[in-house]
């Protein structure tokens, strides 16, 4: 399966935006890539997900490198609540969908 | 209520018991995942499922037996419990490539 590569931690300030790098030089031409957060004591929580072409939705943007060796994971306007470890993973197309967490980011949000 | 229930919520079992965490999805998904969570690390895929009576092993599937006689119940056995085996268990399902959805977790401690 092929690996992502995450910052183990980042930093930012409420109400500035936070992009939030995912490196995935090994990626197959079928592989999705997902992102997911998990805040304090609670469980995982899906952020987006997206192939080829960059997606928006209420929660955040990712943004795919035409390569597709990396991508960005952007929320808008940090808050306090957004504070949360973000996973950044790959899962095959296909019948053989997993998801396959690492040791994601853990975003600190200041106020 | 639609969604995604775990139960127990929590456990306490001796060494050598058998436990069986209970998981049960009201969507239909066609796929389930059983994760744990120990304590200041991410998540390890134990068990997944793409469809009733199609299981197949994780990253650390040793110790612990999975069945899916059906689409909505994916029940995750510990057949003798170790200490080892203390960790938070998080539930998971999904209609595929998509927004997977995480139960609220059990937290199992083995004395």
């Known amino acids: 399966d092929a690996k992502t590569t995450q910052p183990n931690s980042m930093e930012s300030n409420e109400e500035e935006p936070v992009h939030l790098p995912c490196n995935h030089s090994?990626?197959?031409?079928?592989?999705?890539i997902h992102w997911y957060r998990q805040l304090p004591s609670q469980g995982p929580e899906y952020v987006i997900h997206g192939l080829t072409s960059n997606v928006n939705n209420r929660m955040a943007s990712l943004a795919i490198a035409e390569d597709r060796k990396s991508s960005t994971l952007i929320l808008h306007r940090a808050t306090l609540r957004d504070a949360a470890v973000y996973y950044c993973?790959?899962?095959?197309?296909?019948?053989?969908?997993?998801?396959?967490f690492g040791k994601g980011t853990l975003l600190t949000v200041n106020p | 209520d639609a969604g995604i229930t775990q139960s127990p919520r929590y456990k306490i079992t001796e060494t050598g018991r058998q436990v069986t965490l209970m998981c049960h999805q009201t969507w239909s998904h066609s796929y389930m995942f059983w994760y744990r969570q120990d304590l200041g690390h991410g998540l390890r895929l134990i068990y997944y499922s793409a469809a009733a009576d199609i299981t197949d092993k994780g990253e650390v599937p040793d110790g612990y037996v999975v069945s899916r006689s059906k689409t909505e119940n994916f029940p995750l056995t510990l057949e003798s419990a170790t200490r080892s085996q203390t960790s938070v268990y998080f539930c998971a399902s999904s209609p595929g490539q998509g927004e997977a959805f995480f139960g609220q977790g059990t937290r199992l401690t083995v004395v």
């Open positions: 993973i790959l899962s095959r197309g296909g019948s053989n969908y997993k998801l396959t």
């Open positions: 090994t990626i197959s031409g079928t592989d999705y």
